[in-house]
């Protein structure tokens, strides 16, 4: 309590980025503890529990016409970030937070404007969020690929929360489904420029188009001007990044920014 | 939040006295606003409804065989600990209210050891907490006078939260009722004897028997051996309180310690 009180009173000011803030409160916490990654239990159980629902939500994405696929797949992908992974009778709940989800869909649909921005050759940085959920990702990142795109997928450098880290990019299944696999090369939540690889930072630049999954790397993203086009996919799971997006709480969010866009 | 985080960060312990804390929190917000009694509406409103309500609660008191009236009046004071001042129909309010607090009586019972004390000449300091519950005060302050008693209220030097100052002793009609009236002389909340008055001191440490009312007393004497026998006279309102009285959340508490005790 005493190390992050510190911290806090000499990290906060109305400027802070709450997610950089949160990264060094882990890291006090990872140092003090001597834990390293607390979370890799609930991680794994993530995974595990994702994985086994994958089949059936990839037959979900399958059984409708080609021009909606990318839309659900997104939708799921916007559900792993929200589903119980301990919840017993999954199936079933499931296919009710499904059916919900597709009633309410997306407060912000840009959808069909991405749409437009996928082709052939197409290079695209897919920033992960959490473990589990990662698994959902492969559903969407399998769709840009059938559009030919070509998708770098990002986990994070080092244990940061719950993200996705390489080993669970490898446990899901996604090292086979994307182009390529690259770490941001730093355990920073969200994304901190600063401390990214430069494996990273040349992805980073280069890529025709980002899909930014998650409130963090919406919280972190929007302190940088974007450097192409930016989908940021997630659902709005606190009341600041709600008011940050103009939508109320509880929502999926499908927002598309052009190059050049800061908030 | 600057000011709060690094005001935290230097006091916060685990031998820190939340009370303590809390006076340096007001007034870093009294100095950082420049409203040195930010309470102040708050109190007076709590005044005037307490003091519609003494009439009924007078009676009710003195409607009871002699015997039970202080256990009644401490229960009413305990009330006045809890109740919503602004409730429109409170007339109904306090019967509830009353209703619930005789059955559920007194977690802790020490009021037949505290008669036991009770005698002529005996020379009681009585330690008020907010203001409206004051009014409710009077109710106990009278019941010892009637064994014989001289009771000094004190209430704050200066604004603390919602506690009672002198102007709301006057409100209430307790200068009236107290054979003398003192304040603390500070604006510490509960009470903090190295800021306290040497007319606190000398009265602190020459009666025969405290009465505390309310937790932040609670909070911080325990803090300071016993200088005479302590009536702990208060409603456990949050966890770590009822946790360092050993009762569950939301109980009446009448604690009567001896002269020497210490938490």
Chains 1, 2 share one sequence.
């Not at 000499?10 to 950089?20: C, D, I, M, Q, T």
Request: include cysteine; charged fraction near 25%.
């Amino acid at each position: 309590m005493i190390a992050l009180l510190k911290m806090m009173a000499n990290e906060y000011s109305p400027k802070a980025v709450p997610a950089l803030i949160g990264s060094q409160r882990d890291r006090i916490i990872q140092n003090l503890t001597g834990c390293s990654d607390p979370y890799y239990q609930l991680k794994n159980k993530a995974n595990e529990k994702a994985l086994e629902m994958f089949p059936d939500l990839l037959k979900k994405v399958e059984s409708i016409p080609p021009s909606n696929r990318l839309r659900m797949a997104c939708l799921i992908s916007c559900l792993g970030n929200i589903i119980e992974y301990d919840v017993p009778n999954h199936n079933a709940d499931i296919d009710a937070a499904l059916w919900e989800l597709d009633s309410h869909g997306f407060q912000i649909n840009d959808i069909d404007e991405l749409k437009k921005l996928m082709g052939n050759g197409v290079e695209i940085l897919y920033l992960t969020d959490n473990a589990g959920e990662i698994a959902f990702d492969r559903l969407v990142v399998q769709e840009l690929q059938r559009q030919g795109c070509a998708v770098t997928v990002a986990v994070k450098g080092g244990p940061s929360l719950n993200d996705a880290l390489l080993e669970d990019a490898e446990k899901v299944g996604m090292i086979d489904e994307a182009n390529r696999i690259i770490t941001t090369g730093s355990s920073a939540v969200g994304v901190n420029l600063s401390e990214a690889s430069s494996e990273f930072m040349e992805t980073y630049r280069s890529v025709d188009l980002i899909i930014s999954k998650g409130m963090a790397n919406w919280e972190t993203l929007t302190e940088y001007e974007a450097p192409c086009p930016i989908m940021f996919l997630f659902r709005t799971k606190c009341e600041p990044v709600a008011a940050s997006i103009k939508t109320p709480i509880g929502k999926n969010i499908a927002k598309l920014v052009k190059k050049g866009w800061k908030l």
